[in-house]
């Protein structure tokens, strides 16, 4: 059972990204993409963690998922290419010269650039809690079958291309990081209404020889009440071979059957 973000170990390396996706014209309007990401290093003795880099992502996306504005935290050359590109539609392709330059080696900004297809793709999910009019949230959402196998959400044969339930979904959350730390994750902006946010967390350390990771990744909106509902989230245990960092084991995990205090794991795959 996982109630928290796990205390972070002596002598460990924690890596946490988030964009948060608002609506500054409403529903129908651009939405605007704010990442952060924190590579942070707790040392032998513990104490506050040594923060290594700290990266930066400004985006506008219009609502058909055309980058209008494009600003990263170190700077890359050449990135105001992208406006006017598709976020979705072969962005991964487009990204690769500036994912493989020497100054983006290790950055988490690379994560942030990756997470431009996704984050585009989910940010309007939070308006599906906010449309009360059940009518027009069918109107306004359109035919989910053009979202045939985008997810395993939307595998073919899904209950969700032929039902609209899932619009009541709601699975509370608990917040990110801990009372006893305040460095357990960067800094994040307040909740506030309408508003998406992707996440991500790893740890990475030393146990037994081996290189020990623990990932989790979650997609979650504020809905109404003021309270936060996950539509995606997992989290992934393995452990790779130090000199080589061959993959030795891993444990995958989806988020279930949640209270507003806490998580529970179910095991979904191991191998």
């Not at 992707?198 to 909106?221: K, L, N, Y």
Request: with cysteine; proline share 6%.
């Amino acid at each position: 059972m996982v109630t928290e973000t796990p205390a972070r170990r002596p002598h460990s390396v924690r890596r946490t990204t988030s964009i948060e996706m608002e609506f500054p014209q409403g529903r129908d309007g651009p939405v605007a993409l704010y990442g952060s990401a924190r590579d942070a290093v707790t040392e032998a003795g513990g104490g506050a963690p040594l923060t290594r880099r700290f990266d930066e992502l400004k985006a506008l996306v219009t609502p058909g998922k055309i980058i209008e504005a494009l600003d990263t935290s170190p700077r890359l050359p050449g990135i105001e290419t992208l406006i006017g590109d598709s976020a979705i539609v072969g962005l991964r392709g487009r990204l690769r010269p500036f994912l493989d330059d020497p100054q983006l080696a290790g950055r988490p900004l690379a994560v942030l650039l990756d997470d431009l297809v996704g984050s585009s793709i989910i940010a309007t999910w939070v308006w599906t809690k906010w449309i009360e009019d059940r009518s027009e949230l069918i109107a306004w959402v359109g035919d989910s079958k053009s979202m045939e196998n985008a997810c395993v959400g939307y595998r073919k044969g899904a209950s969700g291309l032929a039902s609209h339930d899932y619009f009541d979904k709601i699975d509370y959350v608990p917040a990110l990081g801990r009372d006893d730390d305040p460095d357990a994750f960067h800094p994040l902006k307040p909740d506030r209404e309408k508003t998406m946010r992707r996440v991500r967390r790893v740890d990475v350390w030393i146990e037994h020889g081996r290189i020990a990771i623990d990932a989790m990744f979650q997609d979650s909106g504020i809905v109404p009440g003021m309270r936060r509902s996950a539509v995606h989230e997992y989290r992934v245990c393995a452990s790779a071979d130090r000199a080589s960092g061959a993959l030795l084991a891993i444990e995958a995990f989806r988020v279930c059957c949640r209270t507003p205090n806490a998580w529970e794991l179910r095991k979904a795959c191991r191998r």
